[in-house]
């Protein structure tokens, strides 16, 4: 019996559980420009999926990686979110949000 997908499965499945509250805090605390911050955890991830020998670490680092990547997009969307009001807006940059409503 071979228990290397149910792992792979539950670290990708933590991962994205991670991402989705990290992704919304972000954008409230930090807005758009958060996505540097992404994109550095991508690379870095990315970089070290490579350098490391063990498969695990490996492939895990990748899932993180590309949540990271994916992250950058999702943080875009959230800025929409916030001006549909399905989420909080930070009130410290409340005017960030009122520039781009017409």
Request: one cysteine or more; aromatic letters at 16%; a positive charge.
């Amino acid at each position: 019996m071979s228990f290397t997908g149910l792992i792979i499965g539950a670290a990708t499945f933590f991962t994205i559980g991670v991402f989705h509250p990290l992704v919304i805090k972000a954008e409230y605390y930090l807005g758009t420009k958060s996505w540097w911050l992404f994109a550095l955890v991508g690379v870095i991830c990315l970089v070290a999926s490579l350098l490391v020998s063990n498969l695990y670490a490996s492939i895990i680092l990748g899932v993180v990686s590309f949540s990271s990547f994916w992250g950058i997009g999702e943080v875009i969307k959230q800025r929409e979110r916030v001006m549909k009001g399905w989420f909080p807006m930070n009130p410290k940059r409340a005017h960030e949000y009122k520039k781009d409503k017409k």
